[in-house]
């Protein structure tokens, strides 16, 4: 018998927490588990889960940028009713697989808009006969809180009901107590994995798709229509206005704004949807110019490829920033701020870039989705 594994994601904005969820899924059916996702956002077409199941919830999305407004897939308001249909569908699911570990994506560090949800269903698998190993996966870094008593809430929700915390990052690049100011007192139970690298889409040979291209993206969101926009104006400026350039839209883009994009666009430039072989993409480019993501800077990392990072800056995000400032201390990435952003900045940082040292992924562990996979299925065989 395979041990079986339930993972929780929940993507409300970009997509980037299902992408990194779907790399480490991938990762657990490799080692050997059963495993289903459940997946509480909008579908995304061609997500490869590496024969794990996937369960859609109905899904919801956020309206702005602080996550505070939620909707179903039809534009409306979630009510009560809508919550209760989630909490018994997500419970249901529980109850027929009957999963030998539970793993959150984020909560309880986050999404804490789904605790109607997410507390009843972890309150049940404690308390049963049979009780899974509750397990969190959350990034390198934890969103700033101004409210304490949220960091007290987070601390006390895994302090009664977490035996383990996967922490996808590497310390000597950002300790986790530098976002979370409790980490100490849950120290026994936090495990730095890693950060957590998405290598699919085939091999980097030369002269495929991206060869010494320009590859401007911005997720897979809605956001970062900006960066594109800019990046387009700022080719001319810069020395790499004779390479290609590749413009990644975003599967939410509306195609109004995608339109728009060709519109602009200089002769030599491609624009297209984000596609799955983007890593092979990276690693076959001259230059990549994208937002500060967790998942593409990873992928810009590993890739070995000269980088010009935008750190997504919006609403209460800090993130981006603090991850993009660290590597550009370490000489890995050229960083332009958003509040500073504009076609003259984007090209003079360009330049830095193609005039710098050769690239370097900084010297921090990226084994994050191998050893996530492997602790993961150590635990959920001790269950079985």
């Not at 793993?103 to 560090?109: C, D, G, R, S, T």
Request: proline share 5%.
């Amino acid at each position: 018998m395979r041990p079986r594994l339930l993972f929780y994601v929940q993507h409300l904005l970009g997509i980037g927490h299902l992408r990194r969820a779907a790399t480490l899924a991938r990762a657990c059916v490799a080692a050997g588990l059963e495993v289903r996702v459940v997946s509480g956002g909008h579908d995304i077409p061609g997500l490869d889960l590496g024969g794990a199941t996937l369960v859609q919830l109905p899904a919801t999305r956020a309206t702005d940028l602080y996550f505070k407004v939620l909707v179903d897939d039809q534009g409306r308001l979630i009510d009560e009713r809508w919550k209760e249909n989630r909490q018994q569908r997500l419970l249901a699911e529980w109850r027929g697989f009957a999963p030998h570990l539970l793993l959150f994506e984020l909560f309880p560090f986050g999404r804490r808009q789904m605790r109607f949800e997410l507390m009843p269903l972890i309150e049940a698998a404690a308390g049963a006969s049979q009780r899974p190993c509750i397990v969190c996966s959350v990034r390198d870094i934890l969103v700033g809180q101004h409210k304490p008593k949220r960091n007290a809430e987070m601390l006390e929700i895994v302090e009664r009901y977490f035996d383990h915390v996967l922490v996808h990052g590497d310390p000597t690049l950002v300790r986790f107590d530098e976002t979370f100011p409790h980490a100490a007192r849950i120290a026994d139970r936090i495990t730095y994995t890693g950060y957590v690298v998405d290598r699919l889409g085939g091999d980097a040979a030369a002269h495929g798709p991206g060869w010494q291209e320009v590859i401007v993206s911005a997720g897979g969101g809605a956001v970062g229509l900006e960066l594109l926009r800019t990046a387009l104006a700022a080719r001319a400026l810069c020395a790499a206005r004779a390479a290609t350039w590749r413009v990644m839209v975003g599967v939410s883009v509306a195609p109004a704004e995608v339109a728009d994009l060709a519109a602009r666009a200089p002769a030599g430039t491609i624009i297209e949807p984000a596609r799955p072989d983007f890593p092979a993409l990276l690693k076959r480019a001259w230059l990549s110019i994208s937002q500060g993501g967790y998942n593409t800077v990873m992928e810009v990392l590993d890739a070995g490829v000269r980088a010009v990072i935008v750190p997504y800056a919006g609403g209460i995000e800090t993130e981006q920033t603090l991850r993009a400032r660290r590597l550009a201390a370490r000489g890995a990435i050229e960083v332009v701020d958003e509040a500073t952003l504009s076609p003259a900045t984007l090209a003079a940082a360009i330049d830095r870039a193609l005039a710098g040292p050769a690239p370097s992924n900084a010297g921090i562990d990226t084994g994050g989705a191998e050893r996530s996979a492997a602790l993961v299925a150590g635990w959920a065989a001790e269950r079985t």
